[in-house]
């Protein structure tokens, strides 16, 4: 048997916490039974809001704690020691650190069931329970992926980041791909009027829809845990995993009614570019930059060490091959300028507000300037926050400064701002490249003191 597995439900299952869940649970159930009139429907109701409460806000929190716990309590760098592989130690702490979470989740889904077949609704039980597992399982997952990450970015798992991670998952899972809110918030507001979603040209019915994206999602929640946690026990491995999801992510969004119908390559290319260039952005910040981490990749290419170069290679680097090749594709195809309607194309260019041939290459562009941003604050010799202020400075030259150039009419200051920004390509191209090359100038510069400060003195 699974030794995490069974670690963590000798340390949950205590006679006392065994008996207490059906007592407690049933009392309540028992008080909404017999303290209202409508009892079966008030149960259903009781009992779906119990297994949320549990399932959902209980299990993430404990689905990152059983990871906070341990190294808080310094064993969890025995454990990476350990023999015990990724993949038993990912699903031995996912599951066996939810066991009491689940054991409390189950009473709730025996008497919603109960509920809902007294109800005469025994039809859609099977389907709605399913809902609700995947959901929930999906949910603690990508808490547990969440808390890897930061692990794995040298986080300490304190009370702020146990409180970050329950709360992603819980926006991601529920808020977000299990009630279909991406990639177009009215989505969710046409798939209840029409009851069901296009995709690929199938037509599924809402519900069954929702279960099979929670179902890939959850599998690739798996796959992630498995590829992080063997991070974390020193596994060599390359980003070729964060290449096939990225691959996955842009199709599932190309197959949605909402691309189906608009009949343009441009647009599909345009969408596919959007969230790529949003898989960059994570990638990049999902990451520790480690200058040391660098150095190896740059020594290992050098030597023709191939395997180990891979092993190395960071996830942004993926993510920014496929958005250039989408950039390209989208830059040469159908004649981007004819995508736009031809009054609304006319007055972009005329006020100088954006050049649609220029944009997709300025993005790219804007996304090394970024990345060189995150690198120049990662190769300090002493990092306090290098994300958190990366993220406060883009938002400063997006948000403020891009929004105080249109309000004070400065329109020249544009492609230095936004990608694309201004009706003069050259000037739209060339703005970014001449941060680039002033911004990675910096960290070269950075890179060179700290590879000085690394070589060993003379004696």
């Excluded at 020594?299 to 891979?310: I, L, P």
Aim: net charge positive; charged share 10%; with cysteine.
């Amino acid at each position: 048997m699974n030794p995490e597995l069974l670690r963590n439900l000798w340390l949950q299952f205590s006679p006392q916490r065994t008996l207490a869940a059906p007592l407690i649970l049933g009392a309540i159930v028992a008080l909404v039974a017999f303290g209202t009139s409508t009892s079966w429907s008030s149960m259903a109701w009781t009992a779906n809001g119990g297994f949320f409460l549990i399932a959902y806000l209980w299990g993430a929190r404990r689905a990152v704690n059983v990871l906070a716990d341990e190294i808080t309590a310094g064993t969890w760098d025995g454990q990476r020691m350990s023999s015990i592989g990724p993949w038993t130690m990912a699903w031995g702490k996912l599951l066996g650190g939810t066991a009491y979470v689940w054991y409390c989740a189950a009473i709730c889904l025996l008497v919603f069931a109960v509920a809902q077949v007294k109800l005469g609704e025994a039809a859609e039980l099977p389907l709605k329970l399913t809902l609700q597992i995947t959901g929930a399982l999906f949910v603690q997952g990508l808490a547990l992926l969440l808390a890897l990450v930061m692990v794995g970015k040298g986080r300490r798992l304190g009370r702020r980041f146990v409180a970050f991670a329950q709360g992603g998952a819980i926006l991601i899972g529920f808020f977000g791909i299990s009630h279909l809110l991406l990639p177009a918030g009215g989505l969710r507001w046409v798939s209840d009027l029409a009851q069901s979603v296009t995709w690929f040209g199938i037509d599924f019915p809402i519900d069954q829809f929702v279960l099979l994206t929670q179902c890939l999602f959850l599998a690739w929640t798996l796959v992630g845990l498995y590829r992080l946690m063997g991070s974390e026990l020193q596994v060599p491995q390359g980003p070729w995993v964060w290449a096939l999801f990225s691959l996955f992510f842009i199709a599932y969004y190309q197959g949605l009614a909402i691309l189906e119908d608009s009949g343009s390559t441009t647009v599909r290319l345009g969408s596919a570019l959007l969230v790529a260039a949003s898989l960059y952005y994570i990638a990049i910040f999902a990451q520790a930059h480690d200058i040391v981490r660098y150095r190896w990749l740059l020594q290992s290419s050098r030597e023709d060490k191939a395997r180990r170069a891979w092993a190395l290679t960071p996830l942004w680097m993926p993510s920014l091959l496929i958005a250039a090749v989408l950039a390209v594709c989208f830059r040469y195809s159908e004649a981007t300028m004819a995508s736009a309607h031809p009054e609304l194309r006319g007055l972009l260019v005329l006020q100088n507000v954006i050049d649609p041939r220029a944009l997709p290459i300025a993005l790219i562009l804007f996304m090394l300037r970024d990345l060189g941003i995150v690198l120049l604050l990662n190769f300090a010799s002493r990092p306090k926050s290098p994300d958190l202020a990366a993220i406060l400075y883009l938002i400063v030259l997006y948000g403020v400064g891009g929004g105080l150039a249109i309000v004070l009419g400065a329109y020249q200051l544009l492609p230095w701002l936004i990608p694309g920004a201004g009706g003069n390509g050259l000037t739209v191209l060339a703005a970014p490249l001449i941060e680039i090359v002033v911004v990675f100038a910096l960290v070269w510069r950075r890179w060179v003191a700290q590879d000085q400060a690394l070589r060993p003195q003379p004696a």
